[in-house]
């Protein structure tokens, strides 16, 4: 990064505060729609942060599959499970938040607390910079190549098991055929529904 | 770097099994893409014999002379055999339960075979990660496929809020977990093999720094939810009612076992400079998953929720072990393992048998089985006996082993409280028990006057009753001929470097930064003989 | 150069904004998005300890990497899990999610 030192700390400051605002904006916004669209804020500033870190790839990557893949997904979910449901507001709820706060501020202080007491030891070499993309192939075909092939298998899973989930099966499974089976019902039959959000809304058995 | 050396530089023979595992999961997914619904006669039996082979391949290794592989990102000791081989073992016997189970319930059987099996080969790299990559990649493939496993009957909403909260919560504690790895990473200057790393934290050389406590803490979070030790066990009472019932019996026992081998290998070996600190994080949760796991499991009235107590309570029982740390302690926990192994998934059996005839789990929907199913009610008492610890039952024979290596090494509290809870959890197993053999017909519950006629030539059911058949046996025999398991358990402790050196740096616990400096370099240049 | 501290900060900043939204959130939707904000916390540590203490190996941006990756199929697995539930209960209230007692 050739950038002069000044121009670094002000693109810094100016992400950091990007990422600290939207973050709170996630978390904090009642509408679902703004979260989910902050939410790609986050992860560009992010992935600014990244090019400040000399580290291209990993910015090009997390823009393609953070925002590219992850909050789209997002926001088909909520396309998906779109409603607009009011929450029946917790009794003594705001204790729940402000305790909830003050452990967050908590951990945050020790944290930084950690963070600021450690002496860690900086390295004088210079760092790779675009010569990363090659490093990052090398690791992934020499001393990471175990998690590189097991990852594989564990997107493959993942993709046959979402599917399964997510899939709404239009035909109904055939009852099955033995005669005798008559004996053995479901193995889980559930013992009470309680009926979620509107009446008479109870799962279809 | 030249990649034709690189290829002899792997010992990719040491994931044998694991491929053997990989292949096995491809044919069946695949054959099931092709047959359809045919399939389902054919690839039970195929995933049965796939883990089998997985077996056979993991005793041909045993005390291989190069264990490390893929340029050090996969242990393959001893240790990680034995761990690896009960995981395999849990896998095989969840089979034969869940042919039945998952027919009845009208969803497909290859797919869930498949996704058992991914979770399988994440335990197995699990157990022998050896970098904080792997590590992460291994716990979040079996993390992953469990809450896949556990939301499988998508139409019973039970199982989707069951799957829900193991999502978020699980997810929630491997980004904890994963906030330590990063901590540690940056605290040993950018390692991310465990030995070098501690290796790097003893040249610092300073007594227990805040970073690394720090990083010990958030790391034991993820440890112990897999693990399910008191005070992070909240999910598994609502997993394991919720989840389909061989789903839990592989939790209980495959994810726990893969949990206590990443607690083992990553505490010992990253850790030793915090030594007294997590020593005494985990007797805490020993105490807390012992005392609050057996005393819950009192107030149960379904028998999926008391089998999830009665879990964290014996992973209390096995962290008596892994707090002492002497060589008695490891190989007395390996032994317990093994040894719940068979009751628990004995037991679980048993529990899927009854809800398949009946169509529940409520404890008292048991009450008067004797009458009606001989066979089921043995099997069930003498599974349910061996986990309260009553002789001449196996559980009795690792219950005593574990306190013996717990009382010689001077951690008399933990044996006294294990030994008070033992006691108060015989009762609530003695309960069920009693519940089950009552003579009155008018005690009997509706589920039992309503009981089906007792047959086993329904499709599925033949491998149930050989799989119980043999779980029952080894329980009541794994206690009287334990020589072997016993044997097993303190040769994978011997010889594994990596304890050794520990055990060899616990009996010298007063001078703990010097040994420590010149065990780390014979352990790697053991390690890379 | 920036100090490396401030980057850890604004980690450990993003980490306990995540933690926050995870406990409170009611909506679970927003739950599965504090998930990836506390997994983006975690890589601005790795790229930052990957830039300041390994600069010349870059493994901490492999195991971002990683981390990525997985997060992706995490969200896809969290999200399959989300549309089986809202079908068969009609809601994405976490407190309404209690057929099993906590």
Not at chain 2, 207 to 214: L, S
Not at chain 2, 343 to 369: A, H, K, P, W
Not at chain 2, 407 to 410: C, F, V, Y
């Given at each position: 990064?050739?950038?002069?030192?000044?121009?670094?700390?002000?693109?810094?400051?100016?992400?950091?505060?990007?990422?600290?605002?939207?973050?709170?904006?996630?978390?904090?916004?009642?509408?679902?729609?703004?979260?989910?669209?902050?939410?790609?804020?986050?992860?560009?500033?992010?992935?600014?942060?990244?090019?400040?870190?000399?580290?291209?790839?990993?910015?090009?990557?997390?823009?393609?599959?953070?925002?590219?893949?992850?909050?789209?997904?997002?926001?088909?979910?909520?396309?998906?499970?779109?409603?607009?449901?009011?929450?029946?507001?917790?009794?003594?709820?705001?204790?729940?938040?402000?305790?909830?706060?003050?452990?967050?501020?908590?951990?945050?202080?020790?944290?930084?607390?950690?963070?600021?007491?450690?002496?860690?030891?900086?390295?004088?070499?210079?760092?790779?910079?675009?010569?990363?993309?090659?490093?990052?192939?090398?690791?992934?075909?020499?001393?990471?190549?175990?998690?590189?092939?097991?990852?594989?298998?564990?997107?493959?899973?993942?993709?046959?098991?979402?599917?399964?989930?997510?899939?709404?099966?239009?035909?109904?499974?055939?009852?099955?055929?033995?005669?005798?089976?008559?004996?053995?019902?479901?193995?889980?039959?559930?013992?009470?529904?309680?009926?979620?959000?509107?009446?008479?809304?109870?799962?279809?058995? | 770097?030249?990649?034709?050396?690189?290829?002899?530089?792997?010992?990719?023979?040491?994931?044998?099994?694991?491929?053997?595992?990989?292949?096995?999961?491809?044919?069946?997914?695949?054959?099931?893409?092709?047959?359809?619904?045919?399939?389902?006669?054919?690839?039970?039996?195929?995933?049965?014999?796939?883990?089998?082979?997985?077996?056979?391949?993991?005793?041909?290794?045993?005390?291989?002379?190069?264990?490390?592989?893929?340029?050090?990102?996969?242990?393959?000791?001893?240790?990680?055999?034995?761990?690896?081989?009960?995981?395999?073992?849990?896998?095989?016997?969840?089979?034969?339960?869940?042919?039945?189970?998952?027919?009845?319930?009208?969803?497909?059987?290859?797919?869930?075979?498949?996704?058992?099996?991914?979770?399988?080969?994440?335990?197995?790299?699990?157990?022998?990660?050896?970098?904080?990559?792997?590590?992460?990649?291994?716990?979040?493939?079996?993390?992953?496929?469990?809450?896949?496993?556990?939301?499988?009957?998508?139409?019973?909403?039970?199982?989707?809020?069951?799957?829900?909260?193991?999502?978020?919560?699980?997810?929630?504690?491997?980004?904890?977990?994963?906030?330590?790895?990063?901590?540690?990473?940056?605290?040993?200057?950018?390692?991310?093999?465990?030995?070098?790393?501690?290796?790097?934290?003893?040249?610092?050389?300073?007594?227990?720094?805040?970073?690394?406590?720090?990083?010990?803490?958030?790391?034991?979070?993820?440890i112990a939810?897999?693990i399910a030790a008191v005070p992070f066990h909240?999910?598994t009472?609502?997993?394991?009612?919720?989840?389909?019932?061989?789903?839990?019996?592989?939790?209980s026992?495959?994810?726990k076992?893969?949990g206590f081998?990443?607690a083992?290998?990553?505490?010992?070996?990253?850790?030793?400079?915090?030594?007294?600190?997590?020593?005494?994080v985990f007797t805490a949760l020993a105490i807390l998953s012992m005392v609050l796991g057996n005393v819950v499991a009192?107030?149960?009235?379904?028998?999926?929720?008391?089998?999830a107590y009665s879990s964290i309570a014996q992973a209390g029982f096995l962290m008596i072990g892994l707090v002492v740390?002497?060589?008695?302690?490891?190989?007395s926990m390996?032994?317990y393992l093994?040894?719940y192994?068979?009751?628990?998934?004995?037991?679980?059996?048993?529990?899927?048998?009854?809800?398949?005839?009946?169509?529940?789990?409520?404890?008292?929907?048991?009450?008067?089985?004797?009458?009606?199913?001989?066979?089921?009610?043995?099997?069930?008492?003498?599974?349910?006996?061996?986990l309260?610890g009553?002789?001449?039952?196996?559980?009795?024979?690792g219950k005593?082993?574990i306190f013996?290596?717990g009382?010689?090494?001077?951690a008399?509290g933990l044996v006294l409280v294990g030994l008070v809870t033992s006691?108060i959890s015989?009762?609530?197993?003695?309960?069920?028990?009693?519940?089950?053999?009552?003579?009155?017909?008018?005690?009997?519950?509706?589920?039992?006057?309503?009981?089906?006629?007792?047959?086993?030539?329904?499709?599925?059911?033949?491998?149930?009753?050989?799989?119980?058949?043999?779980?029952?046996?080894?329980?009541?025999?794994?206690?009287?001929?334990?020589?072997?398991?016993?044997?097993?358990?303190?040769?994978?402790?011997?010889?594994?470097?990596?304890?050794?050196?520990?055990?060899?740096?616990?009996?010298?616990?007063?001078?703990?930064?010097?040994?420590?400096?010149?065990?780390?370099?014979?352990?790697?240049?053991?390690?890379?003989? | 150069?920036?100090?490396?501290?401030?980057?850890?900060?604004?980690?450990?900043?993003?980490?306990?904004?995540?933690?926050?939204?995870?406990?409170?959130?009611?909506?679970?939707?927003?739950?599965?998005?504090?998930?990836?904000?506390?997994?983006?916390?975690?890589?601005?540590?790795?790229?930052?300890?990957?830039?300041?203490?390994?600069?010349?190996?870059?493994?901490?941006?492999?195991?971002?990497?990683?981390?990525?990756?997985?997060?992706?199929?995490?969200?896809?697995?969290?999200?399959?899990?989300?549309?089986?539930?809202?079908?068969?209960?009609?809601?994405?209230?976490?407190?309404?999610?209690?057929?099993?007692?906590?």
């Open positions: 990064m050739t950038l002069a030192e000044g121009v670094q700390l002000v693109l810094f400051g100016l992400l950091a505060a990007l990422v600290i605002g939207t973050a709170l904006g996630v978390v904090l916004l009642s509408n679902i729609v703004y979260s989910a669209f902050l939410l790609g804020g986050v992860f560009l500033s992010i992935s600014g942060l990244y090019v400040l870190l000399n580290a291209g790839f990993v910015a090009a990557a997390q823009i393609l599959i953070y925002v590219g893949a992850v909050n789209v997904l997002i926001l088909f979910g909520i396309m998906l499970v779109n409603k607009s449901q009011p929450f029946t507001p917790v009794r003594r709820g705001w204790i729940r938040l402000i305790a909830t706060g003050g452990v967050c501020l908590g951990l945050f202080a020790l944290l930084s607390t950690m963070i600021l007491g450690t002496s860690w030891q900086l390295s004088t070499e210079t760092p790779v910079g675009d010569g990363a993309t090659v490093l990052i192939g090398m690791h992934f075909f020499s001393d990471f190549l175990l998690p590189f092939e097991l990852a594989s298998v564990l997107l493959l899973m993942a993709l046959v098991g979402a599917i399964i989930l997510a899939r709404r099966e239009f035909v109904p499974d055939e009852p099955p055929t033995d005669a005798i089976s008559d004996a053995l019902k479901l193995p889980e039959r559930p013992r009470e529904l309680v009926p979620a959000g509107r009446e008479g809304s109870e799962s279809p058995e | 770097m030249d990649f034709t050396n690189l290829a002899s530089q792997l010992n990719a023979g040491i994931i044998l099994p694991e491929g053997i595992v990989v292949a096995t999961l491809l044919v069946v997914l695949v054959g099931d893409l092709i047959a359809g619904r045919a399939s389902t006669r054919w690839t039970p039996y195929a995933t049965m014999a796939g883990l089998s082979l997985a077996i056979v391949a993991l005793i041909y290794q045993w005390d291989t002379a190069t264990p490390l592989s893929f340029l050090g990102s996969f242990m393959g000791d001893d240790l990680s055999i034995v761990f690896r081989g009960i995981i395999v073992l849990s896998a095989i016997a969840t089979v034969p339960m869940s042919i039945r189970y998952i027919e009845q319930s009208g969803t497909s059987l290859a797919e869930f075979l498949v996704i058992m099996m991914t979770a399988t080969l994440g335990g197995m790299f699990l157990s022998g990660a050896n970098d904080l990559v792997t590590i992460f990649v291994a716990l979040e493939t079996l993390s992953i496929s469990s809450y896949l496993l556990t939301g499988y009957m998508k139409r019973d909403p039970r199982s989707n809020e069951a799957a829900l909260k193991y999502l978020l919560i699980g997810a929630a504690s491997s980004a904890i977990f994963l906030y330590g790895m990063s901590l540690l990473y940056g605290l040993s200057g950018g390692k991310m093999k465990l030995l070098e790393i501690s290796q790097s934290f003893v040249a610092a050389d300073s007594d227990a720094p805040i970073g690394i406590i720090v990083a010990l803490v958030f790391v034991i979070a993820g939810f897999k909240q999910w009472p609502d997993v394991y009612e919720g989840s389909p019932t061989p789903v839990v019996a592989f939790l026992v495959g994810s076992t893969a081998a990443l083992i290998r990553l505490l010992v070996a990253v850790f030793p400079v915090v030594s007294e600190q997590w020593h005494f009192l107030a149960q009235t379904s028998m999926k929720r008391l089998l740390g002497t060589e008695a302690g490891y190989s390996i032994f093994l040894i192994l068979f009751m628990n998934l004995g037991g679980f059996t048993c529990v899927i048998l009854f809800s398949l005839r009946t169509g529940t789990d409520q404890i008292s929907e048991y009450s008067g089985l004797y009458q009606k199913d001989p066979l089921l009610t043995l099997c069930l008492s003498i599974c349910l006996l061996s309260g009553i002789p001449p039952l196996a559980g009795f024979f005593l082993y013996w290596a009382w010689q090494a001077g008399y006691v015989i009762y609530y197993y003695i309960r069920v028990v009693k519940m089950m053999v009552v003579k009155e017909p008018q005690e009997m519950s509706d589920a039992i006057s309503n009981y089906p006629e007792v047959r086993w030539d329904l499709p599925g059911l033949r491998p149930l009753q050989v799989s119980l058949i043999l779980a029952v046996v080894a329980t009541s025999l794994a206690g009287i001929l334990s020589n072997p398991l016993f044997t097993l358990a303190n040769n994978s402790v011997s010889h594994t470097p990596l304890l050794q050196a520990a055990i060899d740096q616990q009996q010298a616990p007063k001078a703990v930064v010097p040994p420590v400096a010149t065990i780390a370099p014979a352990v790697t240049s053991v390690a890379q003989r | 150069m920036i100090p490396l501290e401030f980057y850890l900060l604004l980690a450990a900043a993003l980490f306990c904004i995540g933690i926050y939204g995870l406990v409170t959130s009611r909506n679970v939707i927003r739950v599965l998005m504090s998930i990836e904000l506390l997994l983006n916390a975690v890589n601005i540590n790795l790229m930052a300890f990957s830039n300041y203490l390994d600069p010349a190996t870059a493994t901490g941006q492999v195991f971002t990497v990683f981390v990525i990756s997985i997060a992706a199929a995490e969200a896809a697995v969290g999200l399959a899990i989300v549309l089986a539930i809202y079908r068969n209960r009609d809601t994405v209230d976490m407190e309404e999610f209690n057929l099993l007692k906590w």
